[in-house]
């Protein structure tokens, strides 16, 4: 397994203001994703954190609103910018292992936006 | 594209019943992953139980057990004696058998266990 540690765990913000979410891994890991999930509803992946190079953006997802960093192999931020209500929603940290299949969670930040 | 498709937004079992969570996916490929996570209020994603395609068997841990029909592409997950911490949301995923591919999750199905 692995023990992700996620800060903050929740954050009150203004309106154009930018937060960044730190995700800490207790050991090395190939891969490191970040996932944002709206009330009520399932996982939408963001992207994936790529050590070294720059993140790898799904559809819909911008390294303008959303930049990734990943300096080594056990940490990552994510900074959600000029922040809208609409970016209100938990953002979670997953790792997963060399020639693993499974992906472990943080425990999310909780993120609501005034 | 690979889809997950979980219909049953919501579900209610009692204490120490059972309670089946349907899943169907649909894919072109032949080897891969399906797993079943679940998120209790406290919104940690915890793994419930994986399964991987090319065995037939079923996979169980403890109470929890999956009925895998690759044909139908169909992937339920039974919980027998369910207890009150069983209440959360559960979401089925999928993932390509490549060490790069990404989890596909469906939209979950909210359990509720009643005393």
């Known amino acids: 397994s692995a023990v992700i540690s996620q800060k903050p765990s929740r954050d009150i913000c203004q309106r154009g203001t930018s937060l960044t979410i730190q995700c800490q891994v207790d050991?090395?890991?190939?891969?490191m994703f970040w996932y944002r999930q709206q009330p009520g509803q399932s996982l939408t992946l963001i992207a994936t954190a790529n050590q070294g190079s720059e993140a790898t953006y799904e559809s819909g997802f911008v390294i303008d609103k959303f930049p990734i960093s990943r300096p080594n192999l056990t940490f990552s931020t994510l900074t959600v910018s000029n922040m809208s209500p609409e970016d209100s929603s938990i953002y979670l940290c997953?790792?997963?292992?060399?020639?693993?299949?499974?992906?472990?969670f943080g425990a999310g930040t909780r993120l609501s936006v005034l | 594209a690979q889809t997950v498709t979980q219909s049953q937004p919501e579900m209610s079992v009692q204490e120490a019943e059972t309670v089946t969570l349907s899943c169907t996916y649909d894919?072109?490929?032949?080897?891969?992953?399906l797993f079943w996570y679940k998120q209790p209020p406290s919104r940690q994603m915890i793994l419930v139980i994986r399964?991987?395609?090319?065995?037939?068997q079923n996979a169980t841990e403890n109470r929890f057990s999956v009925n895998f029909q690759k044909a139908a592409k169909s992937f339920s997950l039974k919980i027998s004696d369910s207890q009150l911490g069983d209440t959360a949301m559960y979401f089925c995923?999928?993932?390509?058998?490549?060490?790069?591919?990404?989890?596909?999750f469906g939209t979950g199905t909210r359990l509720q266990v009643f005393p």
């Open positions: 997953s790792v997963r292992r060399a020639g693993g299949d499974i992906q472990y």
């Open positions: 399964q991987e395609a090319y065995k037939q």
């Open positions: 894919t072109s490929e032949n080897n891969y992953y």
């Open positions: 050991s090395q890991v190939t891969m």
């Open positions: 995923a999928f993932m390509k058998h490549e060490s790069t591919d990404k989890l596909i």
